[in-house]
């Protein structure tokens, strides 16, 4: 069973930078989809970024230009850098797998089956 761990989270100013990182306990040996979504309290939880196993990666338009998502395999690590960071980037950023095979879709959170526990970016004005 995969399991997710997130870490890098923390706070910082407006403009400026960090990194997160998500620990794979395995990665999967087929078809997937890793990605990174963010919730704030009382919204629905929004999809920032996916990345595929033949590295394919799709982002959310508010984040565009600004947020690059990798992956290291031989690490075992999903990361999501951050550039550029704004006030609006503040939330819980989670890490999240689909293992279904299915092209990545960041629309919708149900097709991912397995979650970390969430890391907080706070981003100041």
């Known amino acids: 069973q995969v399991q997710l761990v997130e870490s890098g989270g923390g706070s910082v100013q407006a403009g400026g930078s960090l990194r997160l990182s998500c620990a794979v306990s395995?990665?999967?040996?087929?078809?997937?989809?890793l990605a990174w979504f963010r919730q704030v309290p009382r919204e629905e939880r929004e999809g920032v970024a996916a990345i595929n196993d033949i590295d394919a990666a799709i982002y959310a338009d508010s984040v565009k230009g600004r947020f690059t998502i990798s992956q290291d395999i031989a690490k075992n690590t999903l990361y999501l850098q951050m550039n550029s960071l704004k006030p609006e980037d503040t939330a819980t950023y989670y890490c999240?797998?689909?293992?279904?095979?299915?092209?990545?879709?960041?629309?919708?959170?149900?097709?991912?089956?397995?979650w970390g526990q969430g890391t907080q970016v706070t981003v100041s004005s």
């Open positions: 395995q990665y999967p040996r087929s078809r997937y989809c």
């Open positions: 999240a797998a689909d293992l279904s095979g299915d092209p990545c879709d960041l629309r919708d959170y149900d097709d991912f089956g397995i």
